[in-house]
């Protein structure tokens, strides 16, 4: 129900858009948001939206005004576009869905994962 993309290697100081695009129930009422997870390390916050419709957008510290979350309603998409990339942003990317949007940096309170799509960034 939640299929993403877009990862792929690249050099640092690069960009990739990440899609995650939604399927096979109505998730209006959900916020969304992408984690990372490097091996060995949890699954960490990086970007959400509490609602499809005028949600407010949050991002974790440590993007720092490097990458952009946008939503294409019309395709039940959500987008994160990461620029200036660097090797310690290498992870495997992961969008998910959470009933509860006020816990929207919690990876425990969502209900709904996607594959995952993989980051590799070389120096």
């Known amino acids: 129900q939640l299929q993403a993309s877009g990862g792929g290697l690249v050099q640092a100081g690069n960009s990739l858009r990440l899609s995650c695009v939604v399927s096979g129930r109505a998730f209006s009422d959900y916020g969304m948001g992408w984690f990372r997870q490097s091996p060995g390390k949890e699954r960490e916050f990086v970007a959400g939206i509490t609602g499809w419709i005028g949600g407010s957008i949050y991002y974790a510290n440590f993007v720092k005004g490097r990458f952009t979350l946008s939503r294409d309603t019309a395709k039940n998409t959500v987008h994160l576009q990461l620029n200036s990339l660097q090797p310690e942003d290498t992870a495997v990317y992961y969008c998910?869905?959470?009933?509860?949007?006020?816990?929207?940096?919690?990876?425990?309170?969502?209900?709904?994962w996607g594959q995952g799509t993989q980051v590799t960034v070389s120096s």
């Open positions: 998910g869905a959470t009933p509860t949007a006020r816990y929207l940096r919690f990876a425990r309170k969502y209900t709904y």
